[in-house]
């Protein structure tokens, strides 16, 4: 059974940092790409930063230059460091399993419970 557990998420003042953590189980992670996403109340999710099973990452727009997503294949874990944070980055985080293809991320029906990023002052 595929387990995706994301921690890390917390209550940050703007401008500062935190780092997300998703541990994955009951698969062979290695060979998989993975991706972050987060969803905030009243908008649609999105997609935040991907990773590729070679380490190539990619990032949307709005997060370049402040988020880093890195992975670590012996211990089943991708990362998302968060720096500068904005109250717009307000969101609950997610990890998603997939794959890609060409530029695009194509995700799978694997997706942990969430964390609560809340960016305020």
């Known amino acids: 059974q595929v387990q995706l557990v994301e921690s890390g998420g917390d209550l940050v003042q703007p401008g500062g940092s935190l780092r997300l953590s998703c541990a994955a189980s009951g698969i062979t992670f290695r060979p998989y790409a993975m991706a972050w996403y987060r969803h905030a109340p009243g908008k649609q999710r999105e997609l935040v930063a991907g990773?590729?099973?070679?380490?190539?990452?990619n990032y949307a727009e709005f997060v370049k230059g402040r988020f880093t997503i890195s992975r670590d294949n012996a211990k089943n874990t991708v990362y998302l460091q968060m720096n500068g944070l904005k109250p717009e980055d307000t969101a609950v985080y997610y990890c998603?399993?997939?794959?890609?293809?060409?530029?695009?991320?194509?995700?799978?029906?694997?997706w942990g419970q969430g964390t609560q990023v809340t960016v305020s002052s």
């Open positions: 998603n399993l997939g794959s890609y293809s060409g530029s695009y991320f194509v995700g799978s029906r694997y």
């Open positions: 990773i590729t099973s070679g380490g190539s990452t």
